[in-house]
């Protein structure tokens, strides 16, 4: 009798078990290691942006900026209230300046970064830097020339759970692309810029 109860028991306390943490995974992006009803920031996520950058040539009196926007995929690992991941994202933008006889754009970029924050339920604020790359090119007289260089990034930025699977985002970005020999201009450029842009991702 003494081992029906306890088997007993021990099934109940199975199923229990079970139905608490179907119930932690039927509300969505719940996690096991946070607190019933907390929001999670773990796992994959793909979505667009949409910005506007400005900066300035080395060696050159342009300040090429436009508009930008692209996509960015990323994975955040989350222990409680600190979230941890990376992302990474292409940019198509606008950004062009002419001065005199010399015209330059930046046509893309793109990041691979590290980011780091912390999160009130919801509400993530987040630090982030890493890897740069993207295309500077130089037109004078007819003549065109481009570069693709590598450089680096660091930004800040916060974003909000807003629906299930769905945020929003606001972030700023400091990229310096490095310099380049460019034969049209007889000198070495690169491309240093402000970026702050708006996004939207999806939680999977």
Do not use: C
């Amino acid at each position: 009798m003494t081992r029906l109860v306890l088997r007993v028991l021990a099934l109940l306390v199975l199923a229990w078990t079970t139905s608490a943490a179907a119930a932690d995974l039927n509300y969505g992006r719940y996690t096991v290691n946070q607190p019933l009803n907390a929001y999670s920031w773990a796992g994959p996520y793909l979505g667009g942006n949409l910005g506007y950058g400005w900066g300035s040539v080395d060696n050159n009196p342009t300040k090429p900026s436009g508009f930008a926007g692209g996509v960015q995929a990323g994975y955040n690992f989350q222990n409680g209230p600190w979230v941890f991941g990376l992302e990474g994202d292409i940019q198509a933008t606008a950004a062009d300046d002419t001065f005199a006889p010399w015209k330059f754009s930046n046509p893309w970029f793109g990041t691979l970064r590290g980011r780091g924050g912390y999160a009130f339920n919801n509400v993530l604020f987040y630090v982030t830097g890493g890897l740069a790359f993207g295309e500077l090119r130089a037109e004078t007289f007819g003549l065109s020339e481009s570069h693709t260089s590598a450089g680096w990034t660091v930004g800040a930025g916060a974003e909000m759970g807003f629906a299930p699977n769905w945020s929003a985002k606001i972030e700023y970005l400091y990229v310096d692309l490095a310099n380049s020999n460019f034969v049209v201009t007889g000198a070495s450029n690169g491309y240093r810029f402000g970026l702050i842009r708006a996004g939207i991702n999806y939680h999977f």
